[in-house]
């Protein structure tokens, strides 16, 4: 649920929004492989 929420929200997320939340979803993943 969360992950299509997700998705549909970058889906309709401006340029910079999108990037915005892709840094920030990849800094988290960074943190959980740790």
Request: glycine share 0%; charged share 40%; aromatic share 8%.
């Amino acid at each position: 649920l969360e992950l299509k929420r997700s998705i549909a929200y970058t889906a309709a997320a401006p340029p910079a929004d999108f990037d915005d939340h892709r840094l920030r979803k990849e800094r988290r993943s960074k943190s959980l492989a740790f």
